[in-house]
DNA sequence: TTGTAAGCGTTATCAT
DNA sequence: ATGATAACGCTTACAA
């Protein structure tokens, strides 16, 4: 997908319906007096007739302060429609109740899953979540994360390009969690793809294919790694040759270009590091004549929405990817309100869902 | 300029160049436990035997100071890798170099366009991009968005479910922008859907259809409404009779759910307001054994991530979503860079996306 | 229980 | 051009 037509210069090009003339002025820039802005806990305190410091008090850990001043407080702070400064109370305290949350590629579905977990569960306990991308770079992400960790109380990141060791730098600051990557010392969530895998591998087998080529993802992607050992693995146990295959980019269109490849390496049955990859590879595939499954199966990775959409569906290792949004985000809480949970790595089951994509071959190779 | 490198957490710098790792210790605060907590300007004024004023003007308004104390208090920040504290600095200013997003529903990919486009366009300006959703519901978006304003320096809400007044309302505080629905007086961004359901419809009445039914979203989607006066007018001009229907939710499952309702309706044609209900219809109705579009043809709106993995791929009014999260964020940006755009909305087009869902009628009604 | 006051790190308004 | 100093809104010992 390209991003140019997303990186729009500055020019308006719709139509303008406004006919009145510009009156109110948004005084954006200008704070203090004149603006209805926000009321402090001064404007509560002159109004309920205690110190600020009650307010701050009765505000912010309820319990310390008589319930009858406590009620007192909160009716003002309703009639002035009151709202916290984060940003002050950031200052003495440090907390800002957000967590942030760094992707890999947002044009990637994959990682919609995650960041819905990760945004639902952040504000099932009320905090917010801020979002960023790497887009793929290693360097990007880096930056990224720094701005980030002056900002948030935690930091997710999910399927990063970093090294180990910047993590664990990362890691040392503020509490990381980490999605579909392991770094010792850092709490992650991992699916393991060991069961999905040979269950994929043990359907193939069966229906008696003897070649399968794995395509792979990005290189640093830890996953790609850890999903081509695992169907290395599982094809030797069920004695099938296996064969890896690069691919340019784990999208749609990365598949596409692949399929050349795939066609030359004489493989019956084709793993994809992702469903994109595995759509991409069908679309061309069939474009190009192939029936799947009848001459060949494909099976991708993830199980991302519009997967069973495909003609024929598309057989996935499906990985609970909001699960581990959702998760990460529990393990980063947990880990800022002091009940340190177990600091190794949540592992999150993977399983195959078997659709049209893969089948018996039909055709003599 | 990039406000990055700024933002180092201390210690959190990976590619450390400088070979003096003992260089003086930045005075450590009190504060909490024994954090490692970050240099300030006055570590940075004591190292460069300056004021504090003078280095917050020469780190924050270059040009400000001498060009040799502008070098000092650089050199000095670097050794002691200082990086701002966004909230001491927001604090005063009010700026926090982030906009908010809130969205009706994090699960509806159709979002995911505009989310990306958003951040996309925020990070190349160096902007944050904070994420939250409503889940449909205007009281939860009111209570993320009132959240959101203390954080953020602009808001951008993709079709909001509140109140025009309570936009203005928030908008009278700081910038905001709407997409997918017109707020006099705001800023919005909305695809305009004549051009696309026109096409449509002609389309369809082209193909011999007679009755079309539209099946609406939520009724507070300001841009259900569009769609379906859009729709009347079309058929109207066209000749064809339109029937509206409603649905309990606009997602897939929604889709199947109005199944029902769809075939009572005597309608060849539907056209419903997202690709997600068409999605949804179409698998239910061949589930019942109805061929499409042989025996009804089937038109979504968007065109989300998937729309054309679908048998037969969905025919579908396209909106660039991606393009409307980015002209809304930079609608935003401008505002906050004071050049004031175009108060006004900004229209972008729709257009359809003829693919196989749709088409001639093959059995007689 | 509540009031007092000292920060938190920056920016902004004065002087100088 | 640079130096003091007062906000900014909130939290938090420390008193009362």
Redesign the pocket.
């Known amino acids: 997908m390209a991003t140019g037509p997303l990186l729009l210069p500055n020019g308006y090009d719709g139509t303008v319906t406004d006919a009145t003339e510009s009156a109110t002025v948004p005084a954006s820039t200008k704070?203090?007096?004149g603006e209805k802005?926000?009321?402090?806990?001064?404007?509560?305190?002159k109004l309920a007739?205690?110190?600020?410091?009650?307010?701050?008090?009765?505000?912010?850990?309820p319990g310390?302060?008589?319930a009858?001043?406590?009620k007192i407080i909160e009716d003002a702070a309703e009639q002035l429609n009151?709202?916290?400064?984060?940003?002050?109370?950031a200052?003495?305290?440090g907390r800002t109740q957000t967590i942030g949350l760094i992707v890999a590629d947002i044009t990637n579905p994959t990682f919609f899953d995650i960041i819905r977990g990760a945004e639902t569960t952040a504000a099932a306990r009320d905090y917010t979540l801020v979002l960023a991308e790497s887009a793929e770079s290693p360097e990007t992400e880096i930056t990224a994360a720094r701005r980030m960790m002056g900002t948030v109380d935690g930091l997710i990141l999910a399927s990063p390009r970093m090294d180990d060791e910047l993590i664990r730098e990362l890691a040392s600051g503020k509490p990381v969690a980490v999605i579909n990557r392991e770094v010792d010392g850092v709490p992650c969530v991992v699916p393991d793809v060991n069961k999905g895998i040979s269950e994929a591998v043990r359907s193939l087998a069966a229906n008696g294919h003897k070649n399968v080529a794995y395509v792979a993802g990005p290189p640093q992607s830890w996953m790609s790694v850890r999903r081509w050992e695992g169907v290395q693995a599982a094809c030797e146990w069920s004695k099938l040759k296996a064969v890896r295959l690069e691919s340019s980019k784990p999208t749609v269109d990365g598949g596409r270009q692949v399929a050349r490849d795939v066609m030359d390496s004489g493989a019956t049955a084709v793993i994809t590091y992702n469903d994109l990859l595995a759509i991409g590879l069908m679309q061309e595939l069939q474009a190009g004549g192939m029936r799947v499954p009848d001459q060949i199966s494909i099976v991708g990775f993830d199980d991302i929405f519009g997967a069973d959409f495909t003609t024929p569906p598309l057989t996935t290792v499906r990985s609970p990817l909001g699960e581990c949004g959702s998760r990460a985000a529990l393990l980063l809480l947990d880990l800022l309100l002091g009940q340190a949970g177990p600091e190794g790595t949540v592992r999150v089951e993977t399983e195959l869902v078997l659709r049209g994509s893969s089948g018996r071959l039909l055709v003599a190779n």
Do not use: E, M, W
Request: glycine share 4%; aromatic share 8%; hydrophobic share 30%.
């Open positions: 704070r203090g007096r802005s926000s009321a402090t806990i001064y404007d509560i305190a007739g205690v110190n600020p410091s009650t307010v701050s008090r009765a505000l912010s850990k310390r302060v008589s009858k001043t406590q009151y709202q916290v400064n984060p940003f002050a109370r200052l003495p305290t």
